[in-house]
């Protein structure tokens, strides 16, 4: 790799990281996830139907027996209603979970998963759109815990520089 590309991709992810810190950091929500938008709910919705709802189920309902292998070695597509534990994620980790994948985004070298890293098939702002349409979906109750965990997971980052 030259000195450039390697200087443009710094740079480059560098930017992303400054941009995701602003919106982590500077919503209601305490997250990049912002439920109450419209637009983005609309745009959201048509992303999952298109690209999520065929595993995580067209009302977020998941595949049966999603907590268990199947004979293969591979989970079911859990739930992202509140019967599944998406939730229990900050915004950080189910945007890098779906743009790099189960095993990258939480270095599980020898994870095993049908869904594929949607980093090379959607773009930043289709997966900053299709989370908040899932966390829509979800009760009040469980919005603010979700918000709550944001809130708490951006504090130690901030603390953790």
Same mark, same amino acid.
């Given at each position: ?18 941009? %995701?810190?602003? @919106? ?27 690209? %999520?709802?065929? %595993? *995580?189920?067209? #009302? @977020? ?13 591979? @989970?079911?597509?859990?739930? *992202?209603?509140? #019967?599944? *534990? ?20 939480? #270095? @599980? ?14 773009? /930043? ?18 919005? *603010?815990?979700? /918000?709550?965990? #944001? ?11």
């Amino acid at each position: 790799m030259t000195g450039k590309l390697a200087l443009a991709l710094v740079l480059a992810l560098a930017a992303l990281v400054a941009v %995701c810190a602003v @919106l982590v950091f500077g919503g209601r929500s305490g997250g990049i996830l912002k439920p109450d938008d419209a637009r983005v709910i609309a745009r959201g919705e048509a992303v999952y139907v298109a690209h %999520c709802a065929s %595993c *995580h189920g067209k #009302n @977020l309902e998941g595949q049966s027996g999603w907590k268990a292998q199947d004979k293969d070695g591979f @989970l079911p597509a859990p739930p *992202h209603d509140e #019967n599944g *534990h998406t939730w229990h994620h900050p915004d950080t980790l189910l945007f890098r979970i779906t743009k790099l994948g189960v095993a990258e985004a939480a #270095n @599980l070298k020898d994870y095993k998963t049908r869904m594929p890293a949607f980093g090379g098939i959607l773009t /930043d702002a289709d997966i900053i759109a299709a989370l908040p349409y899932i966390k829509s979906r979800w009760p009040d109750d469980m919005r *603010h815990r979700h /918000d709550d965990l #944001n809130r708490v997971f951006a504090r130690r980052e901030s603390s953790a520089r």
